[in-house]
C-alpha cells in the first residue's frame, strides 16, 4: 500500500507538468477538464462499479486489488505512450477502477483488526499515507527533472513497471492466502464429518449394557415361583 501511495501521490505533479509539454501541449483549462474526468470516472467507480461486483459477482477484495492493478498499468501504459489527447483523457477512464487498490486493501485491514484496533489501524495508515504522498512526490520530481529533456516519459514507464511489479506479488500472496484457506476449510470441514461419523456410530451401537424391561423381570419371577 505505501509503494502504490508513493507512486499515486507522484503521478498527480508530474502529469501537470507532462501534459503541459510537446507533443500535448495542453491548457490549464485542458488540465481541469482531464482532472473533472478523472475524479468523475472514480467516483462512478467507486459509487456503482464496486458495489455491482461484490452483490452480482461476490467477488473477494484480494481480487479486487488484482483488478485495480490491472487497469491501473493499463491506463500508465496509455499516458506513457500516448501523443493525443483523447489517448489520455481515455487513460484517465480506464484508470479509475485503479481505486479498487486501496479502497479494497483498506477493507482488508479492517478485516484483519478488531473493533476495538480499527481508529488505531487507520489513523496510522493515514500517518502512512501522507508520508508516501511527500516522498512520491519527491521522487517523481527528481526523476522526471532527469529525463524531461530525454524521455519524458520515462517516469510514467517506471511506474507502469512498478505497477505490474506489484500486481505479481499481490498475486503471490493471494494464491497463498486462498491455499491456506482452502486446506483450513477443508481440515475444518474433515473435523466436522469426523464428529458426526463418530455420533452416528455411537448412537447405533447395540445396548448391550442397557437394563431389559420390568415386564420380563416380572414373567421370569413367577414362571420360578
Known sequence: MFIQKACGGGEIDITLLYTMKSPLDWS???????????????????????????????????????????????????????????????????????????????????????????????????????????????????VYAATVSSMPSLVFVLDCSCTIALLCAHLVVAYHVTKSSSLLQAKSTATQYGSLETTTLDSAAPADDVDPPQDDLIIDDTAEQ
Request: glycine share 8%; net charge neutral; with cysteine.
Open 28 to 142: 490549464p483549462s485542458t488540465y481541469g477538464y482531464f482532472l473533472a474526468t478523472t475524479y468523475a470516472c472514480v467516483g462512478l467507480t467507486t459509487l456503482a462499479l464496486l458495489p455491482f461486483l461484490i452483490r452480482f459477482f461476490h467477488l473477494t477484495d484480494l481480487t479486487l486489488v488484482a483488478i485495480g492493478y490491472v487497469f491501473k498499468a493499463a491506463s500508465l501504459a496509455m499516458i506513457a505512450y500516448g501523443r493525443h489527447t483523447w489517448l489520455v483523457f481515455l487513460s484517465a477512464v480506464a484508470g479509475s477502477p485503479g481505486v479498487l487498490i486501496m479502497t479494497s486493501a483498506k477493507s482488508i485491514i479492517s478485516k484483519l483488526v478488531g473493533e476495538d484496533e480499527q481508529g488505531k489501524a487507520f489513523s496510522l495508515l493515514s500517518c502512512g499515507e501522507n508520508v508516501a504522498n511527500l516522498i512520491g512526490s519527491m521522487l517523481f520530481a527528481l
